[in-house]
């Protein structure tokens, strides 16, 4: 028996935001089906006023960038299954005009733009072998694209002729890979999982270039850097009791990586504790250790000096970052409806990757370089969550929560002109927010308010300053008519228009306005 369904959506946002996207879905069968869907998207962007010396008068005064953000993109996503085969893919594309000055290129040009593309495919069979065993099995392809154009103001050494320079970035990455895995119920209170996975990257280029006046181009940098990866896994879930829950499991990782870089090897451990002393309360142990690999652009990236040099320029090659985890919760039912969540969590990092000033003795000329680096001292994130909640029921919903985050370096950072100010920069102390849902005309309209409040952030290493307090509320009536298929909605974000500013890294200014009130639109038919 075949059943289908359809489904059409419009949006508009902000004015100049628009978006459509149709989905199907295909029951072919009891074991069988497809489901896929296609959304475009296009935005004029927005005038923003940024306050910097742009004139070079030494006086910072507000300079006006039109059509920030604006965009084009158009993401698919397709699956299909029959019994134990599926075979999924995604793709999606964008470019995006970026005249705000970044990296230092002329202000208020929208030829400064990027376009990236993502795609993946996948293949999985994951048969049911016996009663008590499983067999998951993929193997997986995916590629990259990242084009830039950026326009910089020149001078011809030999005419001294002042040009707009045209500056391009191309990076290109494909990659194939494959996993299988096995889970075995081994007694009824005992659940083993063990598996590897293999991935190769063939292709890992970087390309960049500049033109002279004469439109003749300058290699910058051509790197191609592929690579391998490898790893085994095993997770034991035991249940000696209904009130007891334990899972323990590893992970070894290797990553073969060409010279000058470092290949290495990283085990993670990880350890969860599940308790239930009552049928309303729960307590979760959890604790764990993870890492992430530098990435090509963080190792290899040099733009020949103009703002940034590459991570080995003072010597040293880049490690893994290195991240301990910890995190104890407890929840507490009334009822069915209401809950308290009270939560503590601790990290500690190693070796986190850092965009920071190249020293003094790397740049003579004081142009204000960066490279990437391994941070000089580790970090310390130390918080805290409380959460009440009522959940969905009878179209009335309900949820508060508070959070505090005291994130230190345990030293005060080394990095050239930082303060011995020892907080991270762009990290609150203080958030919360308050959600709901309400019924307003059945289902005919429906309310969603949320309402968030975040404290100041410090802006970067090299000031003490901070940004300022943020309160956003945003408000959304949905609604539909489930006889013809049509769902809406009205929404209203930053309702209170609050002015408020995040910091940044890369722009003429080092924190960015955010969006003030907006509003949209949104139309669905369900065919």
């Known amino acids: 028996m075949t059943a289908w369904i359809g489904l059409v959506d419009l949006s508009l946002a902000d004015g100049n935001v628009g978006r459509a996207r149709g989905a199907f879905?295909?029951?072919?069968?009891?074991?069988?089906?497809?489901?896929?869907?296609?959304?475009?998207a296009q935005s004029g962007g927005r005038d923003e006023v940024l306050v910097f010396d742009l004139d070079g008068d030494g006086t910072p005064e507000p300079n006006r960038a039109e059509g920030v953000e604006a965009f084009q993109a158009v993401t698919a996503s397709a699956r299909a299954w029959v019994g134990p085969l599926i075979v999924q893919g995604f793709f999606t594309a964008r470019t995006v005009d970026i005249p705000a000055g970044v990296f230092g290129t002329l202000?208020?040009?929208?030829?400064?733009?990027?376009?990236?593309?993502?795609?993946?495919l996948e293949v999985r069979y994951e048969p049911r072998l016996s009663s008590r065993v499983e067999l998951r099995t993929r193997v997986y392809a995916g590629y990259t694209y990242y084009h830039s154009d950026f326009l910089y103001a020149a001078e011809d050494e030999a005419t001294m002729t002042a040009f707009e320079q045209l500056y391009q970035e191309t990076y290109r990455g494909f990659w194939a890979g494959g996993e299988a895995r096995v889970v075995a119920q081994l007694h009824p209170t005992l659940r083993l999982s063990a598996g590897a996975e293999a991935a190769h990257h063939p292709i890992v280029t970087m390309q960049v270039s500049d033109q002279n006046l004469d439109g003749s181009e300058n290699p910058v940098l051509d790197e191609s850097r592929k690579f391998s990866t490898v790893a085994g896994y095993a997770l034991a879930d035991w249940a000696p009791v209904p009130a007891v829950r334990v899972s323990l499991g590893g992970r070894v990782d290797a990553w073969l990586l060409p010279e000058p870089s470092d290949s290495f090897v990283s085990f993670n451990p990880r350890l969860a504790v599940i308790l239930h002393p009552t049928a309303r309360d729960t307590f979760k142990l959890l604790a764990g250790r993870a890492f992430r690999a530098p990435s090509a652009y963080e190792q290899f990236y040099q733009d020949g000096g103009r703002t940034s040099l590459g991570s080995t320029c003072c010597g040293a090659a880049l490690r893994p970052e290195t991240l301990y985890s910890g995190e104890i919760e407890y929840t507490h039912r009334f009822d069915d409806e209401w809950s308290l969540l009270l939560s503590g969590h601790l990290q500690y990092a190693q070796d986190f990757i850092e965009t920071l000033p190249v020293p003094a003795a790397n740049d003579p000329e004081m142009l204000g370089l960066t490279y990437s680096t391994n941070s000089s001292t580790d970090q310390r994130n130390l918080g805290a969550d409380v959460e009440v909640r009522r959940e969905l029921l009878d179209g009335w919903m309900f949820s508060a929560t508070l959070g505090t985050l005291t994130s230190h370096y345990l030293d005060a950072p080394t990095a050239e002109g930082a303060t011995a100010n020892r907080d991270v920069p762009n990290a609150p102390y203080l958030f919360g927010s308050a959600r709901a849902i309400f019924p307003i005309l059945d289902r005919l309209l429906r309310g969603a308010l949320r309402l968030s409040v975040e404290a100041p952030r410090r802006i970067d290493l090299r000031t003490n300053d901070t940004s300022g307090w943020a309160i956003i509320a945003d408000l959304v009536v949905t609604g539909s008519?489930?006889?013809?298929?049509?769902?809406?909605?009205?929404?209203?974000?930053?309702?209170?228009?609050?002015?408020?500013?995040?910091?940044?890294?890369?722009?003429?200014?080092?924190?960015?306005?955010?969006?003030?009130?907006?509003l949209m639109v949104s139309l669905s038919l369900e065919l």
């Open 25 to 40: 879905n295909v029951q072919l069968s009891d074991t069988a089906g497809v489901r896929g869907s296609v959304a475009v």
């Open 107 to 120: 202000f208020n040009r929208r030829e400064n733009s990027f376009d990236d593309h993502l795609g993946l």
């Open 481 to 518: 008519v489930d006889d013809l298929g049509i769902h809406y909605a009205l929404g209203v974000y930053n309702l209170f228009d609050w002015d408020y500013a995040l910091p940044v890294s890369a722009f003429p200014t080092t924190t960015l306005p955010q969006r003030g009130r907006r």
